[in-house]
């Protein structure tokens, strides 16, 4: 049988050069080659495996119980490292499943994972904890025993714990914000963290989270009800990012930023209550010196972000000195753009600017009862007179609409105080799956030459002697 397995030749070949083609095989056709003799098995527990998803996607089918889809991860899991050996261990094992049944150990794969890390035959793992109900459906009770079923698997799984790299978490209430800073530095080795929709039982105001890691790179906070996050010391992290947070109507600075030498790429995504008040980014962005800025402002019709006078401000000129590269996302679209304008003067080293507007309409403004249909924000700051932006290369408009004279304005604007703007990017609305306002809307987008000349004209000037590349774009 053995000889019979081998055929078309590969049987012939030597055994490094065959754990050679395993290797640049698609991994599930690599783990097929298993069956085909005991050879191929042995051959197949040599093959590097930089990294190895076991994912409780692949074994979602109709009539299958969520138990029963969880067995089926536990028993890919079991197969796949009994057979492998702490000579060949794998490097990284992504593990995504869902949070059963507190002490269901049939159905979590985290125990065979356990067993491998200790044995050598896993080297780091990267862990997605999902739970069965969605953000959208869960409850407070449902936090809570998502809760303590995690507790059970992290105090069943330390060695598992110590060896991640990576940890997605979502729908979790511990018993206080102080349980997770202990449960963070248990993960020693953990570079990438996100948190979604995790809380603590402690009363509100809740008490900070506080966050130290010494090898932490990227973190990811969103709709966390925690009144404070404080970053004290992470001298590694490069990637931040944070969306919705809660906040009280006295005093609602929700960021404390340490000791964060590294840190390069900020994106801040808010829907301020109507309660809340502007917030100045001297305020935010203390002890920061980050190159690449997003922010989103979630199409409100009252703008967080307050404008600040750079000229009077040097703060500002200071938390913003090394942007490069700046988006504003979800402008709301009756909202005035003069207010961006204050960015680029604070911004020296800014080479590319993005703004894209809220596409709201009907079917969405039931789903996001905070947006208007006008914005009452208008700006009543000045730039200093004679101001130029001498860094500014590219600018990027999505949901440009050539009937939409405020936008021609501001694009005129920048082009005036941009000498060394190359590029404009002029961006079509996207379509909506759901509605057809969208569509009525992408009309006004320019569809012929002629119309594109005759914006080409209005922003830069008919007689101007700029040469910038101004591209329409359709989705």
């Known amino acids: 049988m053995e000889d019979v397995n081998d055929y078309s030749g590969l049987g012939q070949l030597p055994s490094d050069v065959l754990v050679s083609i395993l290797e640049k095989l698609h991994l599930r056709e690599a783990v097929r080659t298993a069956v085909l003799s005991r050879r191929w098995r042995r051959l197949y527990a040599q093959v590097h495996l930089p990294r190895f998803p076991l994912d409780i996607h692949d074994f979602v089918h109709r009539r299958v119980t969520p138990e029963e889809q969880a067995q089926a991860l536990v028993q890919a899991a079991t197969s796949l490292l009994t057979s492998r050996?702490?000579?060949?261990?794998?490097?990284?094992?992504?593990?995504?499943?869902?949070?059963?049944?507190e002490g269901d150990s049939d159905n979590n794969p985290m125990m065979i994972v356990e067993e491998a890390v200790a044995v050598g035959k896993v080297r780091a793992v990267d862990l997605t904890v999902m739970t069965e109900k969605d953000d959208i459906h869960v409850v407070a009770d449902d936090e809570e025993e998502y809760g303590r079923r995690f507790r059970s698997l992290y105090a069943a799984c330390p060695r598992a714990f110590a060896a991640l790299t990576a940890l997605s978490l979502e729908n979790i209430k511990l018993a206080a914000a102080a349980d997770f800073p202990t449960l963070i530095a248990a993960c020693t080795n953990l570079q990438f963290l996100s948190l979604t929709n995790c809380s603590?039982?402690?009363?509100?105001?809740?008490?900070?989270?506080?966050?130290?890691?010494s090898n932490l790179v990227h973190l990811t906070i969103a709709y966390c009800p925690f009144?404070?996050?404080?970053?004290?010391?992470?001298?590694?992290?490069?990637?931040f990012a944070l969306c919705d947070w809660t906040a009280t109507p006295r005093s609602w600075l929700p960021l404390n930023f340490g000791h964060l030498p590294r840190l390069a790429t900020l994106s801040l995504t808010c829907t301020p209550a109507p309660w809340h008040q502007p917030l100045y980014l001297t305020d935010l962005l203390a002890n920061t010196a980050v190159t690449h800025l997003r922010i989103n402002l979630r199409g409100a019709r009252n703008i967080w972000v307050k404008p600040e006078s750079p000229s009077c401000n040097t703060r500002l000129r200071r938390v913003l000195r090394n942007v490069k590269d700046l988006k504003i996302r979800n402008v709301h679209d009756g909202c005035d753009l003069s207010w961006t304008l204050f960015l680029l003067q604070a911004a020296p080293l800014l080479e590319d600017l993005y703004v894209k507007f809220w596409q709201s309409h009907a079917c969405m403004e039931d789903d996001e009862p905070h947006l208007r249909k006008e914005s009452d924000f208008t700006w009543h700051g000045r730039l200093d007179a004679g101001f130029s932006h001498n860094g500014l290369t590219r600018l990027t408009i999505s949901g440009f609409r050539s009937s939409d004279e405020r936008v021609i304005q501001y694009l005129r604007r920048v082009v005036e105080m941009a000498p060394r703007l190359e590029v404009v990017h002029l961006h079509d609305m996207i379509p909506c799956e759901y509605c057809d306002?969208?569509?009525?809307?992408?009309?006004?987008?320019p569809q012929t030459d002629e119309d594109k000349d005759l914006i080409r004209n209005n922003i830069i000037g008919a007689g101007s002697s700029r040469s910038i590349n101004i591209k329409f774009i359709t989705n």
């Open 227 to 239: 009144s404070v996050l404080d970053l004290q010391c992470l001298p590694r992290l490069v990637r």
């Open 200 to 213: 603590s039982r402690d009363p509100h105001p809740t008490p900070p989270l506080e966050i130290r890691h």
């Open 437 to 445: 306002a969208i569509a009525a809307q992408c009309s006004t987008f």
């Open 85 to 101: 050996s702490a000579n060949h261990p794998i490097s990284t094992l992504a593990v995504r499943f869902v949070l059963l049944r």
